[in-house]
Structure formats: C-alpha cells, structure tokens
C-alpha cells in the first residue's frame, strides 16, 4: 500500500512562495493520478490541483490559476506544488492523494482519490 508524505510546508508573507513536495513510499506514483487539495479551519477540503499519469494533462481551481504550478518527478517519486505569490487566504492544511483508477487526465473531484498523505501546514502572514 503506497504511503504518501508532504513535506515543504511553513511561514510565508504574502507575496512570498513555497515548494510542497509529495513522496511516496511503498509504492509509485508514476501510475497514477495525483490531486494536491487543501482545508482551511471551518471550511470544506478543496481541490487544487491535480496532474495525469503523463503529466500531460493538468487542472487548477480558478483561486489558484496563474500561481500556482504541479509537477511531478517519476524518477524521484515525487509530486510537487510550486506556489507562487502566496495571499492569507491560501492558508490550509495542504494535502496529497492519489487517484489509481484513472488511465487519463485527472480531477479535481476529492471522492476519486483513494489514497492520502497526512498533510503539510501551510500559513501566509504579516
């Protein structure tokens, strides 16, 4: 069973970035699907962006268009979630998962995603 592990998250100013990165262990990611998503407190998890087997296919929620980049490293094992100019809303527990049953594309939808990392913090302030 592939065991996933976020790591990258920390303190930023807005206007500032961060690099999430997602590891797995147990298993590879490089067929499947990965979704990065995210939870702020009181609110809903949320997609946020996912990337195809390939990496040819790629989606981003409109909040994050323009900012944000996912990537992946098949070699390496890795996901990652380039963040750029970083506003106070964007802070949430920032999660990964995979999607093993998808043979194209991706998605933002969290019910297609089966496995899930534990999280990484990610907080913008002054």
């Known amino acids: 069973q592939v065991q996933l592990l976020e790591s990258g998250g920390g303190l930023v100013q807005p206007g500032g970035s961060l690099r999430l990165s997602c590891a797995a262990s147990?298993?590879?990611?490089?067929?499947?699907?990965i979704g990065w998503f995210r939870q702020a407190p009181g609110k809903e998890r949320e997609g946020v962006s996912c990337?195809?087997?390939?990496?040819?296919?790629?989606d981003y929620a409109d909040s994050v268009k323009g900012r944000f980049i996912i990537s992946r490293d098949n070699a390496k094992n890795t996901v990652y979630l380039q963040m750029n100019s970083l506003k106070p809303e964007d802070t949430a527990v920032y999660y990964c998962?995979?999607?093993?049953?998808?043979?194209?594309?991706?998605?933002?939808?969290?019910?297609?995603?089966?496995?899930w990392g534990q999280g990484a913090q990610v907080t913008v302030s002054s």
């Open positions: 998962a995979t999607d093993t049953r998808r043979a194209y594309g991706c998605s933002l939808a969290i019910n297609v995603y089966d496995y």
């Open positions: 147990g298993g590879t990611l490089d067929a499947k699907a």
């Open positions: 990337i195809s087997r390939s990496a040819a296919g790629r």
